[in-house]
């Protein structure tokens, strides 16, 4: 497949992770195009013409242009690679459910306490920690006795919760009490494709 596809993307952004985790476990050609948030290209007209939420990522498919993480792993999957979204309604909305769960309780809690971390951003690290312990109470009691979050194979609600979580300790989230979520977090670790998230420089990190 040829490399059409630009992900416009910055390296130590989870939610750019999981779109390029994605596209290298699915097999999708792409190309990356780094965008600097530190020196804020993401406010600049060139970056806002593609989305101007000025959010990472976004993705160029020719002449579509999709923003947002869970929206670009929908549009791949149908697109590229329908075997990680289930067409059976209900596996499909499970699917769904866990992009929710993505955008919502991991996004407000690991990825929050991660951004105070590592981006120095302004939020309640208690509020994070304690949405984070919540969100990963319930994410270890769904995992009990099942390899995958929906049905019985990879689908892209596996990769939308995996960035966040994997790198909650670096937010001071500790995976220590979730044999579960780390199991599941090494199963995904495991398939063909597998590419991790950059590493935060030491410099950068509290």
């Known amino acids: 497949m040829s490399n059409a596809i630009r992900i416009h993307h910055h390296p130590l952004s989870g939610h750019s992770h999981r779109v390029v985790l994605f596209a ?21 007209p060139a970056f806002q ?9 976004v993705i160029e ?3 579509t242009v999709i923003a947002d993480s869970n929206a670009i792993l929908v549009y791949l999957a149908r697109k590229y690679a329908p075997d990680w979204l289930p067409t059976d309604f209900a596996l ?10 993505a955008a919502g309780p991991i996004a407000n809690g690991p990825a929050a306490a991660r951004l105070i971390t590592v981006f120095r951003a302004d939020l309640d690290a208690d509020h994070a920690a304690a949405v984070a312990a919540q969100a990963f109470d319930r994410l270890e009691a769904h995992l009990e006795g099942r390899d995958w979050l929906v049905g019985t194979r990879p689908s892209i609600a596996d990769v939308a919760i ?3 979580t994997a790198h909650a300790p670096e937010g001071n989230v500790s995976l220590e009490g979730y ?25 950068l990190a509290a």
Do not use: C, W
């Open 61 to 63: 498919d020719g002449e």
């Open 179 to 203: 044999p579960n979520i780390r199991a599941h977090l090494k199963r995904i670790e495991n398939l063909p494709g597998f590419v991790a998230m950059a590493a935060t420089p030491a410099g």
């Open 49 to 57: 013409s593609l989305n101007p939420f000025g959010q990472v990522p």
């Open 24 to 44: 290298n476990l699915a097999g999708i050609g792409h190309t990356l195009v780094d965008v600097d948030l530190l020196a804020g290209e993401h406010k600049q």
């Open 162 to 164: 995996y960035s966040y």
């Open 92 to 101: 499909e909305a499970q699917v769904q459910r866990f992009l929710s769960f």
